[in-house]
């Protein structure tokens, strides 16, 4: 996918406080920084990302105002380049717990061990990637230069609701791998959407670049 981008426009939220991102993936090129899955961007100031770091970790953050509202890194490093990886990025700022604003899943276990773990404020309501007006990048940065070299496939983002993993995954009961949902039921919102579900998906929603 190194040379295929992806974009949108976002419109005016069902509910920026609440998001679920999730996507399947596998990696081709290890090792280099700022592979990106998916990146929201209004300026250079206030911009969603998550991404690969040059470690192989994943980090996942916003910035608003130029400043971090949250930030999230892995210790983790994902260097198996024949598996395909389930991540679940659950957004929900009303929570009272702080760690629960931002959930990171892997294969339908949340990430505890986390090298950065900065929460969001209580209610806050600057999550770029679902403001109207940002430009929601898939498969590399905005600016067209931290492409994601590999493959991805049913790639869902759900605008008011923080969904958990088995929404889109299950654990198969004989093999005790993690599992895609094919057909996952949820509410997309207004500013929702899946792609690269099938050969018709993929351009009902985002454009190439």
């Known amino acids: 996918m190194a040379s295929t981008r992806l974009s949108r426009t976002a419109g005016t939220p069902t509910l920026n406080t ?3 991102i999730s996507m399947w993936f596998k990696r081709s090129k290890l090792s280099y920084g ?3 899955l998916i990146d929201g961007y209004q300026d250079g100031n206030n911009r969603f990302k998550l991404s690969f770091d040059s470690s192989d970790r994943l980090e996942c953050y916003n910035t608003h105002g130029g400043s971090y509202t949250y930030t999230v890194i892995t210790n ?3 260097r198996d380049t024949s598996a395909w990886y389930h991540i679940v990025v659950a957004v929900d700022t009303t ?3 702080d760690t629960n604003r931002v959930k990171l899943y892997v294969n339908g276990v949340q990430e505890t061990d986390l090298a950065t773990n900065n929460s ?3 209610n806050l309501a600057n999550n770029v990637i679902n ?4 430009t929601i990048s898939i498969g590399d940065y905005q ?3 931290n492409a994601f070299d590999g493959s991805m496939s049913h790639i869902h983002f759900c605008d008011g609701t923080q969904l958990a993993p ?3 995954g299950s654990t198969d009961s004989t093999t005790g791998e993690w599992k895609i949902n094919t057909s996952p039921s949820f509410t997309l919102g207004n500013n929702g959407f899946t792609i690269l579900k099938d050969g018709n998906t993929i351009t009902d929603v985002c454009s190439t670049y």
Do not use: L, M, N, W
């Open 18 to 20: 609440k998001h679920t």
């Open 34 to 36: 700022d592979c990106f």
């Open 76 to 78: 983790r490093k994902f």
């Open 95 to 97: 929570q009272s717990t």
């Open 120 to 122: 969001p404020s209580i």
């Open 131 to 134: 403001e109207s007006g940002a």
């Open 143 to 145: 600016g067209g230069s």
């Open 166 to 168: 088995t929404v889109f």
